[in-house]
Each structure stands twice: as structure tokens, then as C-alpha cells.
């Protein structure tokens, strides 16, 4: 049995960075970074873009270079799972047979894709898009000749996929249950704004429509039969339909969640010494009027991180952290600050047509967040707002002669 002083589920964004937030912050004990995935930390946002489409590297996504982790006394242990967890003993047992035990344990673990339950489901040639393997294992069903591509779900990550693949000359279509784009996180007229871009793309989008079936030949994936009775002819399907927290274990352990794990200001859950961060941590968040919610987004898993680190160094810091975003789509980049559900009330700032715009969320009278479209200007002045919560006159805000910093 082996003991480290900090054990980390999850060499993802919340798990890198809880080991060098621990490490900046003078920790000098050992730390684990246990994942069950076999690669050294990686950034997953390219995954769905220049990583899918072949523009950047592997070695260009590492957090850091692989040498790094060793050198600051941090022990990584790949391809290995955190399958039990006794809180009382403060241990763990690993996929490997072995167990360590820890003093503190930082829960890092995401969440795993939701697969596709329909019929036809469990056929070759089906992907979700969340770690390296996934993406390796498309690119190469590309490489050797696929083209035809139905994406489920016209999130961020189903439409960062469908332009990627446009990019590489697949043919693709995305289909969405909901009437838009995009619909759970932003408003109609982001929606409307991508769903025109991907079509000027050649994407054909189809909404309120599901997948009703996949059917196969040979045991591959050959058409996909939606809810509206159309038959699309499919090389490839990708699932971009959500993801389940990976907290089987400290559910198991008893750790209070129902929606991922239950934590608090310093992200301790219901047991102790145990902390949880990152997209499986379910939190009161200011910014969604105290709502219990988890956050899919690098800045949620690295601002919880540092959280945890600190509380472990002694020093208290509860989170409160804006939330932001961003999404790259051709030559669009969206960047978003603040949560807008919720909104009563919308302002554009801006003309969708010369591809540089905002849309402003509005929650009785107060700014509550934005998405701003290839204009990093107002996104970085509008956070301050947001976090503000600033009441200005709508007409104001929509003058795009006028600065958002000038506002305040
Ligand atoms: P993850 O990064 O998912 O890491 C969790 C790790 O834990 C995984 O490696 C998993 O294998 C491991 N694990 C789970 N359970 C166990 C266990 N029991 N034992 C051992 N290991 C375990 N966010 C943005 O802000 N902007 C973007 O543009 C963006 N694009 C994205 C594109 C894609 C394709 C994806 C998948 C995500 C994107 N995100 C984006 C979201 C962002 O990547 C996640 O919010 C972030 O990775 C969450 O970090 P995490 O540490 O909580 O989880």
C-alpha cells in the first residue's frame, strides 16, 4: 500500500491543475494524478477542434510537457482507474490491484460521454468526441475513407465537430431534438447566427428531429433513420449529446450528489477530506442566482482547482469565479461571460452581418452575461459588467459607438 499526502482523480483540467496549484502554493509532499486515461494531461477543447482537424499535434495540447511532472514530484499513473473509495480508511483501490491511501484526495473525474440508446447503437463506427482515443479513433475511420457524418446534437461540441469535419471535406449533417443551435446556452439569435453559418458551410442541419435507429451492414454503421422517418446514409456517427459525471466511486462512498457530487465554497464534499472539481462538481453558483449546477468549461475546472489547493495550503478562498467560455466554429470565435439562463431580456450590440456582434442577457433590468461573436473587446470589458451586475439602459447598451467600459 502505497500513501501520497494529495491523491488526484483525473489528469484533465481540474486534476493538472489542482497538482500545480498545489505545487505554486509551496505544497512540497507527494502527490498521485491517477487517470484512467493512458495519455500525460491534455487539453480537451482542441479535441473537438485543430485536433480533429489535424492542425495541431498532440504534443502541441499537452498542459505540459511530459518530463514536467515527474520533475515536480508528481507521480502520474496512467491507464489505471480509481474503482473504490473508503472515506473512512482514506484509501482507494485501483484498477492495477494496488492501493494508495492519502490524506487528501481532490476528485477530478469529468464525466464520461452519454452514448446514443437507440437501436443500432452499439454498431462500429460510432464516436463520441471527449478524449484523445475517441478523436484518434475517427480520424483514422476518416484517413481510411469515411465522408458521410451524422453528429447527434447541435451543441458546442457536435457543431465545433461538424466544422472541423466540413474542413476535411465530410459530408455532414447534424441533427438536434430542440427547434436551434445551441438552444440550452444561448439565445435565438447566436442560434440563428451559427445555424445560418453552417449551412453558408454546407452542413445541413436538421432540428426537432432525433435519431430514430442506426442501421448497419456488416456490423458498421451504414444509415441513419430519424424520428421524422428521413434516411441519411452514414459512414460515421458522432454523439455530442452531453456527458454523465464520473462519480461512481464517491457516490458509492456515500458522498452526498445527485447530479455529480455535491460541493461546497471550497469544494469539499460530504466526506472528509475529500474535495471534488471540475464538470462533476455540482455547486452554488452566483452566478445562476445560487442555483445547484454543474459547469462544463476549462475556467470552472481550473478556478476550482486553485480553490482546492488553497483550502488544502489553509488558505480560504470560496469560489466565486465568472464563469466564461469559448467556442471556435470556421472563422468565428465566440467568447461568453456569465450564465444566461434565465435572462427576461436580450440586447444586440452590433450586426450579425459583419460577423462582429454581442448579444447581451439581461435578468430584470441587470446584465447577467454575454456572447460575444469575433469581438474580444466587449467580452473583456463586458465581464466586468456581469460581474457588476450592472443595471444599464438597454438602448445604451446596445450602441456599439459607445465602449462597455465607458458603462460602468
Ligand atoms: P476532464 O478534463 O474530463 O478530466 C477527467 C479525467 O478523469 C479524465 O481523463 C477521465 O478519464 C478521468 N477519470 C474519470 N473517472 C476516473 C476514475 N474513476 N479513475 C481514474 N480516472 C478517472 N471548455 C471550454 O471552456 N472551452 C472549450 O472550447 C471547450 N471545448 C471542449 C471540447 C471538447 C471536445 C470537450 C470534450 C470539452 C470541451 N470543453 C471546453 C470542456 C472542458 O474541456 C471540460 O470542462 C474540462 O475538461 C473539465 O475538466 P475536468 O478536469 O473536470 O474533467
Redo the contacts with the bound molecule.
Sequence with gaps: MEHFDVVI?????????AALSLRQAGHAEPILL????RNPPY???????DY?SGEKPFERILIRPEAFWNERGITLRLG????TLDAEAHSLI??DGGTVTYRKLIW??????RRLSCSGADLAGIHA???RRD?DTLREELAAGARQVVIAGAG??GL??AASLTKLGCEVTVVEALERAMARVAGPELSDFFAAEHRAHGVDLRFGTSIERIEGEGGRVARVVLSSGTVLPADVVIAGIG?VP????LIAAGAAGSNGVDVDEFCRTSLDDVYA?????AHANAFADSQVIR???????ND??NVAAREIMGERTPYAAVP?????QYDLRLQTAGLSAGHDATVLRGDPAERKFSVIYLKEGRVIALDCVNNTRDYAQGRKLVEARAVIAPDLLADAEVPLKDML
Design positions: 482523480v483525473g489528469s484533465g483540467h481540474g486534476g493538472a491543475q491517477l487517470s484512467r486515461d487539453e480537451r477543447p482542441p479535441l473537438s477542434k480533429l489505471c482507474n480509481a474503482d485501483l484498477s477530478a473525474g469529468g464525466g464520461d460521454p468526441v471527449r478524449s478523436v458546442y461540441i465545433e465537430a456527458i464520473a462519480v461512481g466511486p472539481i471540475g464538470d462533476c462538481a459547469l462544463e468549461s476549462v475556467q470552472n475546472a476550482m482547482a466564461w467560455f469559448w467556442s471556435n
